[in-house]
């Protein structure tokens, strides 16, 4: 069954410095890969997405990922830091091999504050 | 174009009770997803929709049920309510496009939030 884990539950970054999120997926064949982000009392909103095309993937907002397959990984990163980045942000795997299983399968979230 | 929408906004029921949840999808995605989001339980998939039928149930008991109508609206149900059903009920849709079946981003709506007391 395919998986994704989210390394720190929160995190803390200075207006202005780099944002690194990290995800790590586990599958049998190379997934589909999602990051989203909730603000407060809100539904979630796509940043980006991997579908095996390029693996750097570039997103709204100004965040990127990228896909390395070596070390399972997906991690999130935005060069500096906004006030408006604050929010909570999920990491997301779709099972392509799996024929009809179109679920998302959520990481637990990390919760990103930003330092004024 | 107009964003997935959910109604309502709250919901406030009793033990025991049944709860009707309802969503919108974008125009034109016929695939309608819901998901739980519970405090400390994080985003579980809960079912998927497509043309009419449910395709796929996460783990969850029989009494989370739902359906979808011919203008790809959707319903969820929850019959005997219990605290722990208290959370915000997500909805999602997408467009299935044929031959790029998988990897379809899913537009989520704002949520309704399910308050069991």
């Known amino acids: 069954a395919q998986s994704v884990t989210q390394l720190g539950s929160h995190v803390s970054v200075s207006e202005g410095a780099l944002v690194l999120l990290r995800c790590n997926y586990s599958?049998?064949?190379?997934?589909?890969l999602f990051w989203y982000v909730q603000y407060p009392n809100q539904g979630l909103q796509l940043l980006l997405k991997y579908t095996s095309a390029a693996t750097l993937v570039k997103g709204i907002n100004g965040f990127e990922a990228e896909f390395k397959k070596s070390e399972t990984s997906f991690h999130l990163t935005k060069p500096s830091a906004h006030m408006s980045d604050a929010a909570e942000y999920f990491c997301?795997?779709?099972?392509?091999?799996?024929?009809?299983?179109?679920?998302?399968?959520f990481g637990t979230g990390t919760r990103l504050t930003i330092i004024p | 174009e107009a964003g997935v929408t959910q109604s309502p906004t709250h919901l406030i029921k009793t033990r025991g009770q049944q709860a009707t949840l309802r969503c919108s999808p974008i125009?034109?995605?016929?695939?309608v997803y819901w998901y739980q989001q519970a405090l400390g339980l994080g985003l579980q998939f809960l079912l998927w929709?497509?043309?009419?039928?449910?395709?796929n149930r996460g783990n969850f008991p029989p009494r989370f049920s739902g359906r979808q109508f011919p203008n790809y609206s959707s319903e969820l149900n929850v019959n005997a309510l219990e605290l722990e059903d208290s959370a915000l009920y997500l909805c999602?849709?997408?467009?299935?496009?044929?031959?790029?079946?998988?990897?379809?981003?899913?537009?989520f709506g704002p949520g309704t939030r399910l308050t069991v007391l």
């Open positions: 599958s049998s064949v190379p997934p589909y």
């Open positions: 125009s034109g995605h016929t695939s």
């Open positions: 999602a849709s997408s467009k299935i496009i044929p031959g790029q079946g998988r990897g379809n981003e899913q537009f």
């Open positions: 929709y497509d043309e009419g039928e449910e395709r």
């Open positions: 997301a795997v779709s099972d392509r091999a799996n024929f009809g299983n179109e679920k998302l399968t």
